[in-house]
């Protein structure tokens, strides 16, 4: 289990700290947004999380691309990739993944880190709140629950 705080200071700025009390680590957390989507331009997104979900410890330094495709595509998906280098195994590893809006406040996204799959469904009410199952390496069940302020 994990405990996160995530300080939004500007639209394109989040840090905050990463608490894993099952090894004694703490991480920071940074994501910067420096490229912003445009309707013919993928998001750019760099930052620094702990490593990849089922490792013990580690952390790692990512950059993306995501793209929303609703408007060529008819459907409510945003695609991304990227690569990421971990601490845990001291490597590179390519990542991607795929985020879909449900109907009803309803997202799933599904993402590759490069090892496993890790599926999602995500359920958002009052804009403040989310509650979201996750399947962990694809097949370990577990819950988050997100209260934004």
Not at 56 to 61: D, I, L, M, Q
Not at 85 to 109: D, Q
Not at 123 to 144: A, C, E, Q, W
Request: aromatic share 12%; glycine share 8%; proline share 7%.
């Amino acid at each position: 289990m994990r405990s996160t705080l995530i300080y939004r200071w500007k639209p394109r700025i989040h840090f905050g700290v990463e608490y894993n009390p099952k090894v004694g680590e703490v991480h920071p957390l940074l994501t910067l947004i420096p490229v912003t989507e445009t309707k013919n331009r993928p998001a750019i997104i760099m930052g620094i999380s702990s490593d990849r979900i089922g490792t013990p410890k580690g952390s790692s330094f990512y950059v993306t691309a995501s793209k929303d495709l609703q408007h060529l595509t008819g459907l409510p998906i945003a695609p991304y990739f990227g690569v990421v280098f971990g601490t845990y195994e001291h490597r590179f590893r390519a990542i991607g993944g795929l985020s879909m809006r449900l109907p009803k406040n309803f997202t799933s996204l599904i993402q590759f880190d490069g090892v496993k799959v890790h599926p999602t469904l995500t359920y958002t009410f009052n804009d403040t709140h989310s509650l979201t199952f996750l399947m962990i390496r694809g097949k370990d069940p577990g819950v988050t629950y997100t209260f934004s302020f």
